[in-house]
């Protein structure tokens, strides 16, 4: 593990504060357009406000969370003109564990749909763990009607109506709080419900 002090001085030197919300991005080549080496030198151009560095043959990047939101337009629109997609973690929590995030990170892009530029692992979590327990168990024996209805319906659809539930239920089925996390508009969660409530005879209120 890297003492904290060494892990500080290296944040001050990038001007970074180590109390704000980092995330770690795990960029892969959806060709053989532009080699990695090339990838990251354009990176180190663009993204100031991030570290980026090859890690095992692989494009990492280091980020904060804000600096992230504030460029994601662009930076989606760069990726895609480079056939590049990248997966990012949840935010970092331990330095000395980044192999941990990079994890995170790689789930996030292996369980989004293929037309996902920036994969969020937080929006992969319940996919990622329904595909764990599938392996293990039989669906039937852990998980209500109405979850594996709706994962076929959003496998059938290309829809999120079973991370929407999750997300509904997640937020004590607060409507604005939801709509907020999902970033989507009020009217559109309503529709999402009903349309949750049309496939699965399910009482949300109760």
Not at 9 to 22: K, Y
Not at 164 to 183: G, H, K
């Amino acid at each position: 593990p890297v003492p904290y002090e060494r892990l500080s001085w290296a944040f001050t030197s990038l001007d970074w504060n180590l109390q704000n919300s980092f995330v770690l991005l795990y960029f892969i080549p959806e060709t053989n357009q532009l080699t990695i080496e090339r990838f990251l030198r354009y990176m180190r151009q663009t993204i100031s406000k991030g570290k980026s560095f090859l890690w095992s043959g692989k494009a990492i990047l280091l980020i904060e969370e804000k600096a992230l939101s504030l460029v994601r337009a662009e930076f989606e629109c760069a990726l895609a003109k480079m056939c590049y997609r990248c997966g990012v973690s949840l935010p970092i929590q331990n330095w000395h564990d980044l192999a941990f995030y990079f994890q995170q990170a790689e789930v996030a892009y292996l369980y989004a749909d293929p037309d996902e530029i920036t994969c969020f692992c937080n929006q992969h979590i319940l996919d990622y763990l329904v595909a764990q327990i599938s392996n293990k168990m039989e669906q039937m024996k852990l998980c209500h009607f109405a979850v594996l209805k709706l994962q076929e319906f959003d496998a059938q659809n290309n829809s999120r109506l079973l991370y929407t539930l999750y997300m509904y239920l997640i937020c004590e089925r607060n409507s604005a709080l939801t709509s907020q996390r999902l970033f989507i508009h009020r009217n559109t969660l309503q529709y999402r419900l009903n349309k949750i409530k049309d496939i699965c005879p399910i009482q949300l209120d109760d």
